[in-house]
């Protein structure tokens, strides 16, 4: 129905629609292009940044809305860069992408620790200053962490061809649409 309504698709064996997105974004800053992702799914605030911006749409009891991110309006909403999402959600999981995160920790304690120590890493080097279950939570699931940061990282360097005259909007097929 996209193509017929004069939308391009660009898909490659072997990645999820987020990497390719991740690697168009980079792409577009490479040669200087603007980049605007519009999506649902909270994953892409990460690509924030350079020129790329996320309209996350949500609905909510029939109602459609949006938030425009960029990088002062993430920092704002969360205390550091878009990229630190990813160490966010190693630690507090995401059900939607069955990333189990730390028992304990949810979105707040993430955000402080993210906030506090940065990266994962850096917060499992530092696990000596921490007190009590997070201690051990955090120091027991340190691979998991580790992983689980591996898991929700978007892939930026999918090897796909970037040819922006390509990519213009066609009319739409009326009789197939």
Not at 100 to 122: D, F, M
Not at 127 to 152: D, M, W, Y
Not at 158 to 169: G, L, N, T
């Amino acid at each position: 129905l996209l193509q017929d309504m004069g939308y391009r698709i660009i898909t490659m064996e072997g990645y999820e629609a987020d990497d390719i997105l991740g690697t168009l974004s980079v792409k577009c800053e490479q040669e200087g292009h603007d980049c605007f992702i519009a999506t649902g799914d909270r994953d892409s605030l990460q690509l924030v940044g350079g020129g790329t911006t996320v309209m996350l749409v949500s609905t909510r009891m029939g109602q459609t809305t949006y938030q425009t991110y960029d990088t002062a309006v993430f920092r704002e909403k969360y205390g550091f860069d878009p990229i630190r999402l990813i160490d966010l959600k190693a630690l507090m999981g995401d059900s939607s992408d069955n990333i189990p995160g730390v028992p304990g920790i949810g979105e707040k304690s993430a955000v402080k620790l993210i906030c506090q120590y940065g990266t994962v890493e850096n917060l499992l080097d530092n696990t000596e200053k921490l007190s009590g279950k997070q201690r051990e939570n955090i120091e027991r699931l340190r691979e998991q962490i580790l992983l689980a940061k591996r898991l929700a990282t978007i892939e930026q360097h999918v090897p796909v061809a970037f040819e922006p005259e390509k990519m213009v909007m066609e009319s739409p097929d009326a009789p197939t649409a």
